[in-house]
């Protein structure tokens, strides 16, 4: 398979096998550029899940509920959209990373 789709179908696990696809890809997959990118989506990911945690344990006390339901709010999207721009730039051929852990990797 030619590295758009590998592209695109890296991004849209997000939404069907978050950690399965992009341990695969990493393990299997020659191209240093899709494992970069398997790697910054997995912690992608793995980052959303401890943001939205912080926030639903912040949101169970009444005080804390002003800055935990946001949190929830903001990154639940985040997770949802920021792979949504990955596939629409992996199907332009346009270099894309991942926001918050783009630069780490």
Known sequence: M????LKVILHASAFFAPCLVPIAFFLLIKDEEIKR???QALLF?????VLVGVGAVLSAT???AIIGIPMIVVF???GIIV?????INALQDVHWEY???GKWI
Not at 45 to 49: D, E, R
Not at 83 to 87: D, F, S
């Open 2 to 5: 030619e590295e758009k789709g």
């Open 37 to 39: 990118l398997s790697i």
């Open 45 to 49: 990911q793995f980052v959303m899940w």
């Open 62 to 64: 009444i005080v804390l």
């Open 76 to 78: 639940g999207l985040m």
């Open 83 to 87: 792979p949504i721009i990955g596939i």
């Open 99 to 101: 926001p918050i852990v």
